[in-house]
């Protein structure tokens, strides 16, 4: 809250639908992980008003063919549309583009209780073509031990790596980081 | 600057970067429930995706910049070979699991080198794909790299089919760095890196990579084919053929 002049009625209004759109997006659930809201992982990254009166939500793509993205476009429009923010649009954000850095100290710590181990920061991911995984402990989320192995950068999502205990030999998922 | 002349010439390139993406995401995804364990059907089809997603956002570009009012669907699935500007290398067959990884790590290593240029394209929508697209490069590249660590320093057999997979791909890379009028006007207009400089960053990746994996570097030999320019291998209209099946068969439909 700004201690300066006090807001129009019109800023006030906008700034109260602003924080209701916020408040909307930060309700839903990712369809592949439902422990994440949209705004845990980052992906909204603005809610602006024009001077149209049109409130604008970018969206940024975790991955270009995540096949997710146009469903959770759907699901913040739906959440939109329910929470009554008024008029409103709805446009992918390409740049700067989506990195796993942007997802909140809320949304790693549910990641982690959802038992996926949550990404490094996205600088760690090696520039050159040798494994990103070396020299990096990726501890358990069941047994926390730190013996772990890579089994594939690729997992059952775009977002996810697949890796392996080596003592509770349990393999589990870790999000990619990028 | 002219609009009439660099629209169409911009079209092209983007249609190029677009294309490769969208025939190798195709034939990579061929290996759906193929593939020879389920982590690599997984590696395969999950670079399959990346590739389809770079693929859409760069075809919506380019029918944007055509402003004919094509988007990304039609553009991909209603053009003929002749139209298509990929890289003849991208079409070729998947061959064993061997040929792939190593038509993969040439192109995995090509895009990286030409997306980490693109981040500082004077196209600010170009540049912002590229930003994309290059993270998800870098773990394809890793992928690819990593089994061509393994077949070509594994066993006989598969030291032997990895080389001679490398003999009968690598006449097809020339043509990834033979610049022609399209790719030295987009370069001088700063859209492009120039291909001198993509060339040099994709040797030191793949030299790296081959001396890793004991593999012979092929010498480089004249080469017949252009797909850049829509001159292309018998491959690709088999591919264009199936993927293209339900759109021609059923024209504009949706699901």
Known sequence: MSPVAAPSVMDAKGAARVQA????LGAVPDPELPALTLTDLGIVRSVNLRDDGTL??????????????????ELARRALEDAGVGAFSVRPVLAPAWSSDWITVEGRRKLEEYGIVPPSPAASSARTWRGAAAGLIVPCPRCRSARTESISEFGSTP??????????LEPFERFKCI | ??????APALYRYVLRLGDLALVLGQRLSEWVGHAPALEEDLGLANTALDLVGQARLLLAYAGEIEGRGRGEDEIAFLRDQGQYLNPTLAEQPNGDFGETIVRQVLLDAFQLALYERLTSSRDARLAAVAAKAVK??????????G?????????????ARAQRSLE?????????????????DMAEQGIAPSLEDVRSAWNRHIDEVLAEATLARPPDRPFTWFGKRGEHSEHLGYLLAEM???QRAYPGARW
Not at chain 2, 136 to 145: D, G, I, K, N
Not at chain 2, 168 to 184: G, I, N, Q, S
């Open chain 1, 21 to 24: 759109a916020w408040r909307a």
């Open chain 2, 244 to 246: 293209q099946y339900t």
């Open chain 2, 147 to 159: 089994w061509l660590l393994r077949l070509g320093d594994g066993t006989e057999e598969s030291h």
């Open chain 1, 56 to 73: 604008e939500v970018g969206l940024s793509p975790t991955y270009t063919g995540c096949p997710a993205t146009d469903h959770i476009a």
């Open chain 2, 1 to 6: 600057m002219n609009p009439s002349r660099e």
């Open chain 2, 168 to 184: 009968r791909l690598w006449p097809y890379t020339v043509e990834l760095f033979e610049a022609d009028a399209l790719d030295r």
């Open chain 2, 136 to 145: 998800e490069t870098r773990y394809h590249l890793r992928y690819s790299a």
């Open chain 1, 159 to 168: 977002c996810k790596a697949l890796h392996r205990c080596l003592d509770c």
